[in-house]
């Protein structure tokens, strides 16, 4: 026993062992001197002899430095919260990768001087919704209404209908969010129904001083400074994650707008999912030139939705209101970093991003890729076949809407190796089936995907 001990290499030993020298390159030297520890330990338990510690080591090693990995999404769930929403075009992952090092995010080049950050976002965002007078980009859309809230309203009243008290996820409630920005919360209507004279009792105490036909920020408008009255914005928030039916009423943007402005608040809209257009895919989802076009005069929206772009708040809205938010000091704390920023403008002037593709993608084309899955499995010996099923948009908006998929079916028990394996697939569970769903999987990862099974397969070959 005590021979075996003293043959366990020392640390030192190991660490200069040429493949642990390489991984602390990479992964830094912490993390190989943990492997190497626990593969010593190993040796020390008598589980491993002592010649087999730095193959030991070395397997133990993770991959990458950062602890996230890269997941196959085959639950049909397009945007998907717990898996980081919209997957990045290899355009938008080409572009923060040239942004990681040093970049001129704040300096042109041309002329030596400091330069607007994230010029190229901006006008990225601007060409993509021209109809927008200013553009803004913050660190999510929470991070907008926050913004929009503390430079609007901040100790004054912000009407928002009862139909809309919305809990964006993880526990976070619109209400509570405008309330941290110390505006106060002024519901109006009921859950179900809410028409423009609820609205119009909330505004009547705000002094319509205003010409009605100046709301667009000209000198000497509302919109440069607090306007007297108590209430600082109206807001109109999408409820993206539900919908209700029935005996319901709602006051469209185009309604609240004319009111709005009569009264000099300006009316910020929060479309969510961030459709800057409109889809015919999704015809009930809102969008951001629409709500523009009907009067809204701020706009904010997910980057990282149905727009298919890194994590960001996207504000649209008339020049003297964006300023405002942006001279605020709080806009500094909401300011996104440059990796943000390049993968934004990729996505906005790059190839369709892979929500796009997903969202869009020919159930035709999806059959004919689970079919060749099938063969490839059955041939394997696993038990596949393929199963129409429906594909959801996720959190990323457009409740209710599902779009025909197709499926690789597999047993049930086939999700948790699945999901324990490298790399971890995540299958949905229904109807006492595994299901792959082939919308949500890039078809360039079909392989991928075939191994992870073929795997999962081999590794429990009595129940496949
Ligand atoms: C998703 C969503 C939010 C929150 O956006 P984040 O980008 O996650 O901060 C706010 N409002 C609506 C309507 C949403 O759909």
Partial sequence: MDSRRRRIPRTDSLLVEPRLAAAADRLGRATVKAAVVAAQGQARQGEITPEAVADAAVAALPAHAATLRPVLNATGVIVHTNLGRAPLSAAAVDALAAAAGTTDVELDLATGRRGRRGEGAAQALAAAVPTAEAVHVVNNNAAALVLA?????????????????????????????????????????????????????????????????????????????????????????????FVI????????????APLCARHAVPLVVDVGSGLLAPDPLLPAEPDVATALAHGADLVCASGDKLLGG??????????????????????????????????????????????????????????????????????????????????????????????????????????????????PVLARVERDRTLLDLRTVEPASDQLLADAVRRAGDAHPGRR
């Fill in 245 to 256: 039916s029935g005996f319901t009423a709602a006051v469209a943007v185009a309604e609240l």
């Fill in 149 to 241: 809230a503390t430079t609007l309203a901040q100790g004054r009243d912000v009407v928002l209908s009862r139909g809309e008290l919305v809990e964006i996820g993880d526990g976070f409630r619109i209400p509570d969010l405008l309330a941290s920005t110390g505006a106060r919360l002024r519901e109006v209507g009921t859950t179900n129904r809410t028409a423009l004279a609820d609205y119009a009792a909330a505004l009547d105490d705000t002094p319509s001083d205003t010409p009605s036909d100046t709301p667009n920020g000209a000198p000497g408008s509302i919109f440069d400074g607090a306007p007297a009255g108590s209430v600082g914005a109206v807001l109109k928030v999408h409820p993206s994650n």
């Fill in 310 to 423: 890194p994590q960001c708040g996207l504000l649209f809205g008339r020049a003297a209101l964006v300023t405002r938010l942006r001279r605020h000091p709080l806009a500094r704390a909401l300011r996104v970093d440059k990796l943000t920023l390049a993968a934004l403008e990729a996505t906005l002037r790059g190839p369709e991003p892979p929500v796009r593709r997903m969202l869009t993608a020919d159930v035709a084309v999806l059959r004919a890729r689970a079919g060749r899955l099938v063969d490839e499995l059955c041939a394997a010996g696993c038990t596949a076949e393929v199963a129409e099923c429906e594909s959801a948009v996720g959190g990323g908006g457009a409740p209710g809407v599902t779009l025909p998929s197709v499926a690789v079916s597999l047993p049930t028990w086939y999700a948790e190796p699945l999901r324990l394996g490298e790399p």
